[in-house]
């Protein structure tokens, strides 16, 4: 098995990338949905996660109020550490279904572990990874697509890129960097060229 990190900054066109891997051949494990299982209704981190932050953080009907937990972790009514705590929570749960997802799968030649925050989880996740690339853009553009596609408001967008590593500390763990201000064909032929040079897929 190959295990390939891919991690880039919110907004960035990760996800592009993720898809065109997939089409190449790979398996994708999206952390970002194992994240939302972890918190969906009945999931295991959400008795944890009210315990931590208080009832506040749930939903009369027991689902996560997420307007309120993202208020309360990534804006500015944020306590000193409060991502951290949720990260503390959530973290181990994810890597246990990541692990899952790849035993599920033993006969995958290249494994694509999606990660968001993966330069600041890089230091405790529980996978060697064999090649991580990073995709990034200019910040401006990443505010213009969360504010026009995701419906945040300006400060809302700064606010989760403030609390994402930044790009030099992304393509410093990283041996892959893909610009996706290019052109999409412009990124997915950068994305084959180095698929083939290195015989991934």
């Known amino acids: 098995m190959i295990r390939i990190g891919l991690t880039g900054g919110i907004a960035a066109g990760k996800s592009t990338v993720a898809a065109h891997l997939v089409e190449l051949g790979a398996l994708h494990i999206d952390y970002d ?3 939302r299982r972890v918190v969906e209704h009945g999931g295991a981190a959400l008795p944890r996660i009210a315990r931590e932050f208080g009832p506040d953080a749930l939903n009369a009907d027991g689902s996560m109020n997420r307007a309120w937990v993202a208020e309360h972790v ?7 550490g409060a991502r951290e705590r949720l990260d503390a929570i959530e973290h181990p749960l994810i890597y246990k279904e990541a692990a899952h997802i790849e035993r599920d799968h033993p006969k995958a030649r290249v494994v694509v572990h ?3 925050l993966l330069a600041e989880v890089i230091g405790e996740i529980p996978f060697r990874f064999d090649h991580i690339i990073t995709v ?3 910040v401006e553009t990443r505010i213009e697509r969360m504010v026009s596609t995701r419906g945040m408001t300006r400060t809302q967008a700064e606010a989760r890129i403030r609390s994402q590593s930044t790009r030099a500390e992304r393509e410093a763990i990283a041996d892959v960097v893909i610009d996706s201000s290019r052109p999409v064909d412009e990124m997915m032929a950068a994305v084959d060229r180095w698929a083939n040079a290195e015989q991934l897929l």
């Open 33 to 35: 949905v194992l994240a």
């Open 74 to 80: 990534f804006g500015d009514a944020a306590e000193p």
């Open 114 to 116: 999606d990660v968001p």
């Open 136 to 138: 990034e853009a200019p």
